[in-house]
T-cell receptor, first 114, second 114 residues
Framework: GQQLNQSPQSMFIQEGEDVSMNCTSS?????WLWYKQDPGEGPVLLIA?????ELTSNGRLTAQFGITRKDSFLNISASIPSDVGIYFC??????????????FGTGTLLAVQP | DGGITQSPKYLFRKEGQNVTLSCEQN?????MYWYRQDPGQGLRLIYY???????QKGDIAEGYSVSREKKESFPLTVTSAQKNPTAFYLC?????????????FGPGTRLTVL
């Protein structure tokens, strides 16, 4: 199955630092979603993006839908220990009609040292 | 509370046995999905259903079966034909045909084949 290129694979940072991760694809998407997954739990939706160029914030999180519709990035400002987890991007591929399919990135593991 | 529930949280199965994983949602969503997650990897789509009594194969449907007799329920059966069934299984739902592409996930079931 298709997967998005997500980078970096992992990040180890100090509390208070800013974080940036991104996803790229050769396909055009009409929706980008960003999820966070804690160990042993299901992913939780953080931010949804619907328009090319859209910039959306959710607290300390900011995400953007790339102008080319082939990429997206997520920034976390002033990281805290509870930001630890795996972050996934997901792009919605429209197959036509009512059929849509989410393609997931490979994930970015974030570790925050207090 | 509205949400998605999966049971059980942990499941152990002997090789050669079929096992059914439960997924229930009370969000009144039309669409439901099953994903498989292996360690250090992203999510891979097993089956999805856009509406009651209809479902489609995802990227890795071999060795799995589903049913969608009720809007709120989408059970997944892992059959003995699945060669490597040990994994973390995630169920998700979305508004589907009614609009809204965000998928919301349950807490997951970890299946271990002994």
């Amino acid at each position: 199955g298709q997967q998005l290129n997500q980078s970096p694979q992992s990040m180890f940072i100090q509390e208070g630092e800013d974080v940036s991760m991104n996803c790229t694809s050769s396909s055009i998407f009409n929706t980008w979603l960003w999820y966070k997954q804690d160990p042993g739990e299901g992913p939780v939706l953080l931010i949804a993006l619907y328009k090319a160029g859209e910039l959306t914030s959710n607290g300390r999180l900011t995400a953007q839908f790339g102008i080319t519709r082939k990429d997206s990035f997520l920034n976390i400002s002033a990281s805290i220990p509870s930001d630890v987890g795996i972050y996934f991007c997901a792009g919605l591929l429209h197959y036509g009609g009512a059929t849509n399919k989410l393609i997931f990135g490979t994930g970015t593991l974030l570790a925050v040292q207090p | 509370d509205g949400g998605i529930t999966q049971s059980p949280k942990y499941l152990f199965r002997k090789e050669g046995q079929n096992v059914t994983l439960s997924c229930e949602q009370n969000l009144n969503h039309d669409a439901m999905y099953w994903y498989r997650q292996d360690p250090g990897q992203g999510l891979r789509l097993i089956y999805y259903s856009q509406i009651v009594n209809d479902f489609q194969k995802g990227d890795i449907a071999e060795g799995y079966s589903v049913s969608r007799e009720k809007k709120e329920s989408f059970p997944l059966t892992v059959t003995s034909a699945q060669k490597n069934p040990t994994a973390f299984y995630l169920c998700a739902s979305s508004m589907g045909l009614a609009g809204g592409n965000e998928q919301f996930f349950g807490p997951g079931t970890r299946l271990t084949v002994l």
